[in-house]
């Protein structure tokens, strides 16, 4: 690559810009590498013109998403070149508002085990049986026996057909669990036996210091193994010892500080962070809702494949259907921007996409929020869309809890949290709760009772009292 050219003077002092522009990267510890880089972003939205709005910025940020040989750090490179000239250099009236961090946020790429993707990326292969031979007695390579035993694992839990998060917990603790038989007790887990779950739970206890949740996991998934992968049936485990246990209410925002939060968040965050509130959903589920789950007509919201492979219709919140209509507007002439340069497919399930080839061009099975950049399918190579990365929803909720001074530990998760109680304490029945929530037992939904009740069930504060 060439070394860059000094900054345009379409609208900027040459010389003295440029050289403010590299003191702030030195100034910042960026690598040295790496300026060039810089520049050359910030030259490029200097030539199409980005510092002379925030619509014009936002436009040229929306071309580059479209390039096919972007990659996601490339992107969030781009924006913080940009940002440092446009907020910090030429300190442009619109810059300081701008939510550069949420537009970084929204180039985050899906990673091949993300949960939405992992089932199809991470092949397993049919098991063709082999002819019997004699047991070595040395013990396996630990490398060796820990993927033999994930494979089989992985394929058990396809049979069994369970959620792809749990499949990913699952092989979490039979791989340490495999590593602590050879290692630690010089056997295979199959040699080993059901003793070893219980010694191997009395480590966690006792060693780890887990959680009592965290050991009942950890107990769930050797228990699939054994029965599973090693075709033990009737067995039972001496009572190991029980890690600490503490379960904690939920963190509930009251109706104002669910207010001040959205106060601090800009869309499509904010309109991610209402859709949640108004309709009890989870993060990952708001995330993979596409155009197709929205019934205006109806007021509802079709939530497929949600915890426990389960769907639901919940309400569309009314007060939302004016922004969601026109945020739909805007995203589809994205779309169709897209497909005029032939970047306008989404991603979908492998089976969908052979049964409908033409639906990843077609605008109901887009994602409401789609990332910013195209990036490839891990196991197709498919250039195509994401949605956006929940865990950048997750950091720009923190950031806005942050800066709404709100004194609680709250996640995004709290928004779901928050739907419950405060349906409750409206009057709305329990069960009609339960079945908003995708709830399996009541019970789950009781928590939110007792999240309800004042101190003493009522009783008034000593402090209070005449």
């Not at 985050?108 to 992992?118: K, M, P, Q, V």
């Not at 959903?281 to 389960?310: N, S």
């Not at 080839?357 to 190579?381: D, M, V």
């Not at 037992?441 to 209070?464: F, W």
Request: hydrophobic share 40%; aromatic share 8%; charged share 20%.
């Amino acid at each position: 690559m060439t070394p860059p050219s000094d900054i345009p003077s379409d609208g900027l002092p040459v010389s003295p810009t440029r050289q403010r522009f590299l003191q702030r990267l030195v100034a910042l510890a960026i690598k040295p590498t790496t300026h060039e880089y810089y520049v050359q972003w910030a030259e490029a939205w200097t030539k199409a013109r980005g510092n002379r709005s925030a619509d014009a910025t936002t436009a040229f940020f929306d071309a580059l998403g479209r390039s096919t040989h972007l990659y996601d750090w490339q992107f969030r490179q781009a924006v913080y070149a940009v940002r440092i000239l446009a907020r910090e250099i030429l300190a442009l009236p619109w810059a300081a508002a701008y939510d550069w961090r949420g537009l970084a946020d929204q180039a985050r790429s899906l990673e091949a085990d993300h949960r939405t993707l992992g089932r199809e990326a991470i092949q397993v292969r049919a098991v063709i049986p082999a002819p019997p031979a004699e047991p070595s007695v040395p013990l396996p390579e630990t490398s060796v026996e820990i993927a033999r035993i994930v494979d089989a694992l992985r394929r058990a839990i396809r049979l069994a057909d369970l959620a792809y998060a749990t499949e990913q917990t699952y092989v979490y603790w039979v791989v340490r669990f495999t590593r602590f038989c050879l290692e630690c007790l010089k056997q295979t887990p199959q040699n080993a036996g059901p003793p070893a779950i219980t010694t191997y739970l009395n480590y966690l206890a006792l060693e780890r210091n887990v959680s009592g949740t965290t050991q009942k996991q950890a107990l769930n998934a050797m228990v699939f193994l054994t029965k599973k992968v090693f075709g033990i049936e009737d067995f039972t485990i001496d009572k190991p010892t029980n890690g600490h246990t503490c379960r904690r209410p939920p963190v509930v925002l009251s109706r104002r500080e669910v207010t001040a939060v959205f106060a601090h968040l800009d869309d499509p965050w904010k309109l991610a962070a209402q859709l949640m509130y108004g309709s009890g959903l989870r993060v990952i589920e708001c995330m993979r809702l596409r155009v197709k789950d929205l019934d205006f007509d109806q007021g509802t919201i079709t939530v497929h494949d949600g915890k426990g492979g389960k769907h639901r219709v919940v309400p569309l919140p009314m007060a939302l259907e004016d922004r969601l209509k026109g945020y739909l507007v805007t995203a589809r002439e994205k779309h169709l921007q897209d497909l005029a340069v032939g970047a306008g497919e989404v991603h979908m399930p492998e089976a969908l996409a052979r049964k409908y080839p033409n639906a990843p061009k077609e605008w109901c099975w887009q994602y409401i929020f789609a990332s910013a950049t195209l990036c490839p399918h891990p196991r197709t190579g498919l250039v195509a869309r994401h949605h956006l990365h929940e865990a950048s929803m997750q950091r720009q909720f923190k950031n806005a809890v942050t800066k709404a001074a709100i004194p609680k530990p709250a996640t995004s998760h709290c928004l779901r949290h928050s739907f419950a109680t405060h349906l409750l304490q409206s009057g709305t029945d329990i069960r009609t709760v339960q079945d908003l929530m995708g709830h399996t037992s009541v019970e789950t939904t009781m928590i939110y009772l007792h999240v309800m009740k004042r101190p003493g069930a009522g009783g008034p504060s000593p402090l209070d009292l005449p």
